[in-house]
């Protein structure tokens, strides 16, 4: 497993900005496929973006996100990013990010072997 850790998170304005990081260790990161999460209060958690590992990338969303979230990687730093502009108060969560990358593809099957990391508010003001 690798170690996963999120930062960027905040309060912000409706229409605001963020940008969160996700540091990872390990030799197999730039190879692995990560993906942001988010969860709300009494909510279930929600997919949110993935973006895949190897030489060449490919990203995905969330239709809630969609067009508003860019997610991108630095892989020389072992850095995911997920942009997020004209945030909405229905933003309001958790973002965590992990190697559950179920929407790069949705045949895969989480278990132990996942990594996930500790999480970042994000609050969205009215």
């Known amino acids: 497993q690798m170690t996963l850790v999120e930062s960027g998170g905040g309060l912000v304005q409706s229409g605001g900005s963020l940008r969160l990081s996700c540091a990872g260790s390990?030799?197999?990161?730039?190879?692995?496929?990560i993906q942001w999460n988010r969860q709300a209060p009494g909510k279930e958690r929600e997919d949110v973006s993935c973006?895949?590992?190897?030489?060449?990338?490919?990203?995905y969303y969330a239709d809630s996100v969609k067009g508003r979230f860019t997610i991108s990687r630095d892989k020389g730093k072992n850095l995911v990013y997920l942009q997020m502009d004209d945030l909405k108060p229905e933003d309001t969560a958790v973002y965590s990010c992990?190697?559950?990358?179920?929407?790069?593809?949705?045949?895969?099957?989480?278990?132990?072997?996942?990594?996930w990391g500790q999480g970042t508010q994000v609050t969205v003001s009215s």
């Open positions: 390990g030799v197999l990161f730039e190879d692995a496929h």
């Open positions: 992990t190697t559950d990358h179920s929407l790069c593809d949705p045949s895969y099957v989480s278990g132990p072997y996942d990594s």
């Open positions: 973006i895949t590992g190897g030489r060449h990338t490919t990203t």
